[in-house]
C-alpha cells in the first residue's frame, strides 16, 4: 500500500472547569497500517478520561414539574463532616448517617398551586407550612424556580395570609447553579425580594436581600445509607439582611449561612446537602438530609432501668433505649404511687423515679417520630420490696436476700434477668454448705431448712458480678 503521510490536528475541550481550558494537540505523522494504532489510542483515551470521575451538572439534573423526590433527615451529631475534607477525587464517607424522618420534594406547576396569578411557566416547591413573623403568620409557603441551560433559580416565593395568596416577586433572582457546573467553578450572585400586598391587609411589610457565593471546592466519590455515588461538591455563602417594616418601626435582621452539597446526574436534588452555620472556624450544623428511597423508621420502643428491686423512697433512673431516633416520649407506670425526681417528667427521653409505697408497678414507653409509633409494656417491672430494713432483708443493687433469718426457705430476688446465676452458702468455718445454680429467672427459692442454725455467707456469681451477704439460719 502506497506510503503516505497524514498531518492530525486534534483539539479536544475538556469540560472541567470553564476557568481553566485545557487543549491537547496531538499531530502524528501516520503510514500505513497506524490508523488502527490511534483508534485504539482514542479509546484508551476515553477510558482514562471518564476513569477519573469527574461529572458535569447541567439543567438535566434539575427536577420538572411532576417529580416527586423523597429525601431522609437525618440525625445532626456525629455525622462525620469536615467543611475542610474537599478537593480533586476525594472519597466521602457517610454511610452511618442515622434516618431520622423522611419527606417528598412534591415539584408542580405554578398553575397548580394558589399563587398560579402571579407566576407563569415555573416549577413549584412548597417549602413550609406556615411562618409566624411576630404580629403576622403566613402559611402555605412555596418557592418558584426557573430553570435553562444557563441556570437553575428561584424567582418568586409565594405566602398566604388570611387565605389570601401573596407573590414576592424577585427583583434579583437567586441563582442557585449555573451551568456548565464543574469542579473549579465560582460565582457571586445578589438577590432580593419584597412580599407584596395588593389587598392591602398586610400589618407587616417583609423583604429580603443578600448574596449567594457558590464554589464548586471538590469533586470524587460519595457514600450514604443510600448508595455510592460520583459527585461534585457546591459549599454555597449566603449572606442576608431581612428587612422587617411594622407600622413606622423597621428594622433588619442580618444573618449568613451555608449550604454543602453533593451533587451528581440524574438524581434531580442533592443525593446529600448539609446546611448550618460557622462561627469562627466552628461549624454548626442545622440541618443533614440524603437523597433516599422509602424505608421504615418507626421507632422500636424499649427501655432500661437501672435496678428493678428497690426500697421505699430509693430513687430508680429508667433510660430510653429505642431505635429510630424517636422525637416524643410518653411514659406510664402504675399504679401511680411514684412522682418525678431530678428533673424529668412524663415527656422526657430518660425518667427518674421514687417509688412511695410498697408494691410491683408495670412500666410502659411510647416512643413516636413523623414516620410512626410504638409501645413498649413491661408488666411487673420494677419491686418495690415489703421488706424495708435489714434485719428482714440484705442485698446489693444486684440482689435481694429475704427473709432475714431465714427458717425453711430463703428467697433471692434478682436487679434484672441474667443467663445464669450460681448461689454457694458458706458457714463460718469457709466450708462450702450449699451449691445451686439458676437459669434465666428473675428470682431464686433456697431450701435452708436441714442447715445447722446460725450465721452464713450467700455469695452470688453472674457473668457480670459477684457479691456476698449475711444470713442468719434458725
Same mark, same amino acid.
Given at each position: 500500500m502506497r506510503n503516505?503521510?497524514?498531518?492530525?490536528?486534534?483539539?479536544?475541550?475538556?469540560?472541567? #472547569?470553564?476557568?481553566?481550558?485545557?487543549? +491537547?494537540?496531538? !499531530? @502524528?505523522?501516520?503510514k500505513s497500517g497506524m490508523l488502527k494504532t490511534v483508534k485504539i489510542f482514542f479509546l484508551l483515551f476515553a477510558v482514562v478520561n471518564c476513569a477519573n470521575g469527574q461529572i458535569t451538572i447541567t439543567q438535566n439534573d434539575m427536577p420538572s414539574n411532576g417529580d416527586q423526590i423523597r429525601y431522609t433527615n437525618a440525625q445532626t451529631q456525629n455525622t462525620g463532616f469536615s467543611a475542610t475534607k474537599t478537593g480533586s477525587n476525594q472519597t466521602w464517607d457517610f454511610s452511618k448517617l442515622v434516618p431520622n424522618?423522611?419527606?417528598?420534594?412534591?415539584? #408542580?406547576?405554578?398553575?397548580?398551586?394558589?399563587?398560579?396569578?402571579? @407566576? @407563569?411557566?415555573?416549577?413549584?416547591?412548597?417549602?413550609?407550612?406556615?411562618?409566624?413573623?411576630?404580629?403576622?403568620? @403566613?402559611?402555605?409557603?412555596?418557592?418558584?424556580? &426557573?430553570?435553562?441551560?444557563? &441556570?437553575?433559580?428561584?424567582?418568586?416565593?409565594?405566602?398566604?395570609?388570611?387565605? +389570601?395568596?401573596?407573590p414576592a416577586n424577585f427583583t434579583k433572582e437567586d441563582i442557585i447553579? &449555573?451551568?456548565?457546573?464543574?469542579?473549579?467553578?465560582?460565582?457571586t450572585n445578589d438577590y432580593a425580594f419584597k412580599l407584596s400586598d395588593p389587598t392591602g391587609t398586610l400589618p407587616i411589610s417583609f423583604k429580603e436581600y443578600g448574596t449567594r457565593i457558590n464554589t464548586v471546592d471538590g469533586w470524587g466519590s460519595l457514600t450514604t445509607p443510600h448508595g455510592n455515588f460520583d459527585c461534585v461538591r457546591i459549599k454555597s455563602k449566603i449572606t442576608y439582611i431581612d428587612s422587617i417594616k411594622v407600622s413606622n418601626f423597621s428594622?433588619?435582621?442580618?444573618?449568613?449561612?451555608?449550604?454543602? #452539597?453533593?451533587?451528581?446526574?440524574?438524581? &434531580?436534588?442533592?443525593?446529600?446537602?448539609?446546611d448550618g452555620t460557622q462561627t469562627f472556624n466552628t461549624f454548626t450544623i442545622s440541618s443533614v438530609k440524603f437523597r433516599?428511597?422509602?424505608?421504615? !423508621?418507626?421507632?422500636?420502643?424499649d427501655f432500661q432501668a437501672d435496678k428493678t428491686l428497690i426500697l421505699p423512697g430509693q430513687p430508680i433512673n429508667i433510660k430510653d433505649r429505642s431505635t429510630n431516633s424517636p422525637t416524643l416520649h410518653i411514659w406510664d407506670i402504675s399504679p401511680g404511687n411514684f412522682h418525678y425526681v431530678n428533673g424529668s417528667n412524663v415527656g422526657s427521653p430518660d425518667i427518674t423515679v421514687v417509688f412511695d409505697t410498697f408494691g410491683s408497678y408495670n412500666v410502659k414507653l411510647?416512643?413516636?417520630?413523623?414516620?410512626?409509633?410504638?409501645t413498649r409494656t413491661k408488666s411487673n417491672y420494677i419491686t418495690v420490696s415489703k421488706l424495708a430494713s435489714i434485719e428482714t432483708a440484705v442485698g446489693t443493687d444486684n440482689f435481694l436476700l429475704y427473709p432475714n433469718p431465714a427458717a425453711d426457705k430463703l428467697y433471692a430476688r434478682f436487679g434484672q434477668v441474667f443467663e445464669k446465676i450460681e448461689i454457694e452458702l458458706y458457714d463460718l468455718t469457709g466450708r462450702k454448705v450449699l451449691n445451686q445454680s439458676f437459669s434465666n429467672c428473675p428470682q431464686a427459692e433456697i431450701e435452708v431448712k436441714n442447715l445447722t442454725p446460725g450465721i452464713y455467707v450467700v455469695?452470688?456469681?453472674s457473668n457480670k458480678f459477684t457479691e456476698s451477704q449475711l444470713v442468719k439460719v434458725e
Open positions: 503516505f503521510t497524514v498531518k492530525l490536528l486534534i483539539n479536544i475541550w475538556l469540560i472541567r #472547569k470553564k476557568t481553566s481550558k485545557l487543549h +491537547i494537540r496531538l !499531530i @502524528f505523522s501516520l424522618s423522611q419527606d417528598v420534594y412534591n415539584f #408542580k406547576s405554578s398553575l397548580q398551586t394558589s399563587y398560579l396569578l402571579y @407566576f @407563569f411557566n415555573t416549577i413549584g416547591l412548597k417549602t413550609q407550612d406556615s411562618l409566624n413573623l411576630f404580629i403576622a403568620t @403566613f402559611s402555605d409557603i412555596y418557592d418558584f424556580y &426557573k430553570k435553562n441551560k444557563d &441556570k437553575w433559580s428561584i424567582v418568586g416565593r409565594g405566602f398566604t395570609y388570611s387565605k +389570601i395568596p401573596l447553579y &449555573k451551568f456548565p457546573l464543574n469542579y473549579g467553578d465560582i460565582d428594622f433588619g435582621i442580618p444573618g449568613t449561612r451555608y449550604e454543602y #452539597k453533593w451533587l451528581t446526574n440524574g438524581e &434531580k436534588i442533592p443525593v446529600l446537602q448539609i433516599d428511597d422509602k424505608r421504615d !423508621i418507626t421507632p422500636v420502643a411510647k416512643a413516636e417520630n413523623s414516620a410512626g409509633s410504638s455469695q452470688i456469681k
